[in-house]
């Protein structure tokens, strides 16, 4: 991909630069379909390295060496959307960490719903919010088209298997209970700050608007 390249054809808010993902829009068709297609590309076209692995002595995560595998950088400022849409993103970033990338995620402002579930799949270590910024755990709402009284149960199904995936995504990805999340998701009571985001481990950084970094322990 040429220097400085952006692909952005559709002018959404969602797309790809070099080796940086911007998602700053909605994860809707019209805004990410370009961007999944572009996603794809750069990751295919990445070198193949060995499989990184996670280096908990991190100073900072923006420290490169020679040894650095290749870094996706991911920004993120976005109320979520399409389930579908996001677990296409999260599947092509997880080829690019097999392929040994390092997915860098940032939240610059709301990582709500879909945002939240894209900044927190990040590499451990990697993982970074603006003081300012902040995750809302939201599930949201499912369209289901039932024809039939019988399709009603099928139905009940369906939502409660990508309701538990998402579930299981926080709990894999942070320190997050089911009390926690059962709590977070009833009564749009969802909102986590930058310091919750850390403790709680939905991150691993803040970066101040004085350019200091932070990492979980530190004030």
Known sequence: MAQGKIINASNSGNYVSDNKVF??????????????????DMVFSLPQTSLYQTDTQIISPYDITNDTPPII?????????????????????????????????TVLGRAASCGSLLAITGTPGYR????QSYHFIHFGTHNTRIQKEEEIELAAKYIKKTTDNKFNMYLEHTYLTQKD????????????????CLNKGLCDWIITDFGKIIRRGQR
């Open 73 to 105: 950088d991911v920004f993120i400022n976005s109320a979520g959307g399409d389930g579908k849409i996001l677990d296409s993103i999260v599947a092509l970033l997880g080829i690019a960490k097999s392929r040994g990338a390092i997915i860098r995620t």
């Open 181 to 196: 999340l059962k709590k977070l998701q009833s009564n749009e009571m969802g909102y986590l700050s930058a310091q919750d």
């Open 128 to 131: 970074i919010m603006y003081s």
């Open 23 to 40: 998602i700053l829009d909605d994860f809707l068709s019209k805004t990410s379909n370009e961007l999944i297609g572009n996603l794809s």
